[in-house]
């Protein structure tokens, strides 16, 4: 490790530090004229920003890279628009910071009360979506927190323009100098020194493919909140409303299938299987999706290739999708708890034992009954934007908005009190 990108790491890490001792103490009215100066920068530099992330395109597609990463990558005007309505939103949020949480008397006189405080210092390592530099700064700066970003070297110019002005906007309506830090090298050192920082850092998010997050789990000293990955499920039973569930599937498979929440395997009960699966069948293959099919599966569709073993483990973040016939709801719910990361599953039913039953025992952040897993997000849960989609149960699970970005401290009061 070269000690240039040592020096630069620390010292954007010191500075996050001294911005989050400033940045617990703001207000509500500080925080959010922070915030909506920003959303505006953001519209009124988008020449700028759609710029810097043309050259990051370019860039892909010089490497050839497929047509999910380059999505991801990519910023529009719609996706400008969106990220600075998603700071709008967080600023027309509650402040977290200060909630009381709960709080009790104690029969010797104590006052216990339990209160949201800022984490501190977040630093977080992500991949290519420049989007995940606007969100981050928003939420994190909303509950009160200074945060270091380091996106990978493919985003390095969309994130270095919108770091520049996010910050720029924030300046001058009291963002704290180095409450948005950017680490604008590539070298990839510059994340291992960020996992050392304890001194400095108090808490470490991962927000990307399954490589990526193993990495940080096994190298970081620092506390990390884990994100995973989405090989997420849509299991049709045989009470489903089959109609509904043909939409709901293809909503699920291609609406944007290169993100986390999409559906990677399809789950049919034997009893509808040779009514849905022709008809999902078609309306998939015409839209350009590869199946990866059980046997019993592909006497339904001529287009599937056989499933092997791999592909029920797979998160594809693409055009494919593997399909399985199963005898059951319990045989569904078996394979969703063997196969699946614990992030989006749904059942699509008329039963309500069925899906009361796979809402008890599927093993996952988010169940779903008759709707796509495509709603896995925070701005579709009504966070406003999310800090990314946690499948653990420590802390955060599931999208993760302005909550799980606090901590808590207890306040005792007492009147002399000393113990016996």
């Not at 193993?214 to 884990?226: D, F, G, L, Q």
């Not at 990955?229 to 849509?234: A, L, S």
């Not at 569930?245 to 009893?271: M, S």
């Not at 997000?377 to 599931?398: C, P, T, Y």
Request: aromatic residues 4%.
């Amino acid at each position: 490790m070269t000690a240039g990108v040592i020096e630069e790491v620390v010292q954007k890490a010191q500075r996050a530090k001294a911005a989050a001792a400033r940045l617990a103490t703001l207000s509500r009215a500080e925080k959010d004229r922070i915030l909506l100066a920003m959303a505006d920068a953001i519209e009124d530099r988008a020449g700028f920003i759609l710029e810097a992330n043309a050259r990051d395109v370019q860039q892909a597609q010089n490497r050839k890279l497929s047509s999910a990463p380059i999505d991801r990558l990519m910023l529009d005007e719609k996706r400008i628009t969106a990220m600075a309505q998603g700071l709008r939103t967080v600023a027309g949020l509650a402040d977290p910071v200060g909630e009381v949480i709960g709080g009790w008397r104690l029969p010797n006189g104590l006052e216990i009360t339990k209160v949201r405080v800022p984490l501190g210092v977040i630093g977080i390592i992500y991949e290519s979506r420049p989007n995940v530099t606007v969100d981050a700064a928003g939420l994190c700066l909303k509950a009160g927190n200074a945060v270091v970003l380091r996106g990978g070297s493919d985003a390095i110019n969309s994130n270095t323009a919108l770091g520049h002005v996010l910050t720029e906007a924030g300046l001058p309506e009291g963002l704290p100098e180095g409450a948005v830090e950017i680490i604008e090298t590539i070298d990839r050192e510059a994340a291992v020194q960020l996992m050392r920082l304890t001194d400095y850092l108090d808490v470490l998010i991962p927000r990307g493919g399954g490589a990526l997050i193993r990495r940080v789990k096994e190298e970081s000293t620092v506390p990390v909140i884990e994100t995973g990955e989405g090989n997420c499920h849509v299991y049709v039973d045989a009470s489903a409303d089959l109609a509904a569930a043909e939409e709901i599937v293809v909503n699920a498979k291609c609406q944007r299938p290169g993100v986390c929440n999409a559906a990677e395997t399809l789950l049919v009960h034997r009893d509808v299987a040779r009514q849905f699966l022709p008809r999902v069948g078609r309306r998939l293959v015409e839209l350009g999706v590869e199946l990866r099919a059980c046997d019993r599966s592909r006497q339904h569709l001529e287009q599937a290739k056989p499933a092997v073993e791999e592909d029920w483990a797979t998160e594809y973040l693409g055009l494919s999708l593997a399909v399985k016939v199963v005898d059951d709801a319990a045989e569904a719910i078996a394979h969703i708890n063997r196969y699946g990361t614990k992030h989006s599953e749904a059942i699509l039913t008329e039963d309500l034992a069925n899906a009361r039953r796979f809402t008890r025992e599927v093993d996952a952040a988010v169940v779903y009954v008759n709707a796509s897993t495509r709603f896995t997000d925070g701005e579709q849960f009504g966070m406003g934007a999310e800090i990314g989609i946690s499948n653990q149960k420590l802390h955060a699970r599931g999208p993760m908005g302005l909550a799980e970005l606090t901590s808590y401290k207890y306040v005792v009061t007492g009147e002399g009190h000393v113990r016996a």
